[in-house]
């Protein structure tokens, strides 16, 4: 019992990082329709600007780790934010008026693109980095196995959930969020009440891209290490938690990174480490054949 205590904490860990990630994908395709397959590159560049930043300070003599944080995450989602808007303006805004493969197709490229500029830049050798934040609680002990939940969970747990709040704040109670909804329901329209639908759509992208950041962030934090190929990884797994979730809905992309994060580590726990991907995955086809929507998704309504 305190095993599976303690695997929960870790899956529940996990699974925050996953619906940030998942949050931006079901936003792009909410309001346009498409995937952003180069999200979970932007996700790989926000870690390593993460990486950046921390060093950078560290060589500055700032030692408060508060300071330094809220520094480094300050940074990271800035310049996350201008890779957004850059994949926005360059691999879809051109295209937007094309057959739907076309938009695909070029965030692929994007997403490549993204990868070997990391690989070149920083190296092809994974990055790691000394934990910052150690220590934690001791929940409880039984059975030789002592469950404990560590600050770095809580800080991730926390923050996400900051985040998160702020966000749906944002997306319900202001104006920019009022044209994100208009763009959502009927592009065109919202376009020919005045609202500046490419604004909208470029200020989705970079409000993705800063989220995918804070994920990136937190990731360095927990894994302490880093390289140019986690973008495709996590970004697969973001990709899938959103489908499992409903694609288009905010909190299914949330559940979707949650239920994500539990299978992957349960799965991890019980049974052969190697499958655990293939559990992942599994499920999601189960899932979709009895609910093709996903959990929280919704059916579109074609407009004629």
């Known amino acids: 019992m305190a095993y599976a205590l303690q695997q929960l904490i870790n899956g529940l860990t996990l699974g925050m990082i996953y619906g940030l990630i998942a949050v931006g994908y079901t936003m792009v395709y909410g309001i346009i329709g498409m995937i952003n397959f180069a999200h979970g590159d932007i996700f790989m560049i926000g870690a390593f600007l993460s990486l950046i930043a921390l060093l950078g300070l560290s060589a500055l003599g700032i030692s408060s780790v508060p300071l330094a944080l809220a ?25 937007r008026g094309s057959f739907r493969l076309a938009p695909l197709i070029s965030a692929i490229g994007m997403s490549i693109t993204l990868q070997n500029f990391a690989q070149v830049s920083q190296g092809a050798r994974v990055k790691p980095m000394e934990p910052l934040i150690s220590g934690g609680l001791l929940l409880t002990e039984g059975d030789g196995f002592a469950v404990q939940l560590s600050w770095m969970q ?23 969020g009022r044209s994100m909804r208009a763009c959502e329901q009927d592009l065109k329209m919202a376009g020919l009440l005045g ?25 360095l934090l927990y894994y302490g290490v880093i390289d140019f190929y986690i973008g495709f990884i996590a ?15 905010l909190p299914g992309a949330v559940l979707g990174g949650l239920l994500i994060g539990l299978i992957e580590v349960f799965w991890s726990a019980y049974f052969s480490v190697e499958y655990k991907d293939v559990a992942a995955f599994s499920i999601l086809i189960v899932a979709l054949i009895f609910m093709p929507t996903g959990l929280l998704g919704r059916t579109e309504v074609e407009k004629v």
């Open 71 to 95: 520094l480094t995450l300050i940074f990271a989602a800035g310049i996350a934010a201008i890779y957004g808007w850059s994949v926005e303006r360059i691999a879809y805004r051109p295209l």
């Open 154 to 176: 809580i800080a991730i747990v926390v923050t996400t959930l900051i985040v998160l709040a702020i966000f749906t704040w944002l997306v319900t109670k202001t104006p920019l």
């Open 195 to 219: 609202i500046d639908t490419d604004k909208t759509i470029s200020l989705t992208f970079v409000i993705g891209a800063a989220l995918a950041a804070v994920a990136g962030l937190m990731f």
């Open 235 to 249: 970004g697969v797994k973001a990709f899938t938690a959103a489908v499992l979730g409903g694609i288009g809905s």
